[in-house]
């Protein structure tokens, strides 16, 4: 293989595969990439065998071939290469790189013992559009109810399925619930990604403003002109988590965003060392929602924001879950509705067919 690439896609391309590659001591294979000609473009990839990456450059190629090479290393080295153009040669089980006044070479192992990347049949997959930035921003939305418990596995990932002609995306750590409307689709998929490898998915697509998104029965697929992630699906059943939602709610709150953080980030920074907890106050006389939040040794604190509110009522919430959904929501004003001190508090954005939901659990006060 001879080929000439510019430092800068390279270095970008293997940044991002860099991370893919495994320490796994009985596959050392994995701690390489794959560098292999395809076409007029020169393919980067790497896999754990869960999930597998993989990013297409643009190439000069006087000779095709391939290689695998150890990942942060070659990774570093590009990374810290001037930027212009690369040249990368393989000889024997070697890859020499020159760069300018730079040059090196790097012990390889032949592409054949490297493991074959998965591929998903489009012909027989349940296929989807999306366009790139909904696909984000509905990641970022729900990833933050994933589990980090690795006992219940289904509940790492995000379950995308059909309901009522609509693509939704769901997950949940059992404290709080996060569900995404993305897209109307008669589809009928059940599914569940893991939440790494959405991650993976929103830091290496491009500029790109579509994505196509590819599902069998094991496997999903993302994939756009110079990026391919292919990855297992986590087995099991996702939980039957709309009997959660609340068809109704007695107290409901309407409330500029802005002031809504503002108060919780302060009552937060009282609550730290008390668990966290925050006591939310809705008063439908003084149109008010106050928080209160105490420390023992440090003071109390409360605070409070004029909102429209259909009844009074009073809940107890982690602050951290709070402050982190309203972090991540974009409207100007929030409904916050509740139906007393036991049941889930619904959080979703005030706009006529919101298409996000977000419950917290209350805690105990």
Same mark, same amino acid.
């Given at each position: ?76 080295? %590009? ?16 890859? $020499? ?63 995308? $399925? ?19 409307? @993305? ?14 490898? @959405? ?14 998104? @590819? ?37 409901? %709150?309407? %409330? ?35 928080? $209160?939040? %105490? ?67 209350? @805690?105990?006060?």
């Amino acid at each position: 293989m001879k080929v000439s690439v510019t430092q800068e896609k390279l270095a970008k391309a293997l940044n991002l595969i860099k991370d893919i590659a495994s320490s796994r001591n009985e596959l050392p294979i994995l701690n390489n990439i794959l560098l292999r000609t395809d076409g007029g473009r020169l393919l980067i990839a790497g896999t754990n065998l869960e999930i597998a990456s993989t990013q297409y450059i643009g190439a000069k190629i006087e000779d095709h071939g391939s290689i695998t090479i150890p990942a942060r290393l070659v990774s570093e080295f %590009i990374t810290n290469l001037p930027s212009g153009p690369v040249e990368l040669e393989t000889k024997n089980e070697h890859l $020499h790189i020159t760069s300018g006044k730079f040059s090196s070479v790097i012990n390889g192992v032949v592409a054949d013992e490297y493991p074959e990347l998965p591929t998903i049949d489009e012909k027989t997959a349940m296929q989807y559009e999306i366009d790139v930035e909904d696909l984000k921003k509905a990641i970022v939305q729900t990833k933050l109810a994933v589990s980090s418990d690795v006992t219940r596995a289904v509940l790492t990932g995000v379950y995308w $399925h059909n309901y009522e002609g609509s693509l939704y995306l769901a997950a949940t750590d059992g404290y709080r619930l996060a569900e995404k409307r @993305l897209i109307k689709s008669d589809n009928e998929v059940s599914a569940i990604i893991p939440a790494s490898t @959405l991650a993976e998915v929103s830091k290496s697509v491009g500029d790109e403003k579509k994505i196509t998104i @590819l599902f069998d029965d094991s496997q999903v697929c993302f994939k756009t002109g110079d990026m391919e992630i292919v990855s297992r699906l986590i087995d099991g059943k996702f939980p039957d988590y709309r009997q959660l939602i609340p068809a109704t709610a007695e107290t409901e %709150i309407v %409330i500029k965003k802005s002031d809504f953080s503002r108060v919780t980030k302060i009552a937060a920074l009282f609550a730290r060392e008390s668990g966290g907890g925050i006591t939310i106050t809705a008063s439908e006389e003084d149109s008010l929602l106050s928080i $209160h939040s %105490i420390a023992s040794e440090l003071g109390e604190n409360t605070s409070e924001a004029t909102a429209k509110i259909s009844a009074d009522g009073q809940v107890t919430l982690n602050s951290r879950y709070l402050t982190e959904v309203l972090n991540i929501i974009d409207a100007d004003e929030i409904v916050f509705s509740f139906n007393g001190k036991l049941s889930p508090c619904v959080i979703r954005e005030q706009v006529k067919n919101p298409d996000y939901t977000h419950i917290i659990m209350p @805690l105990k006060s």
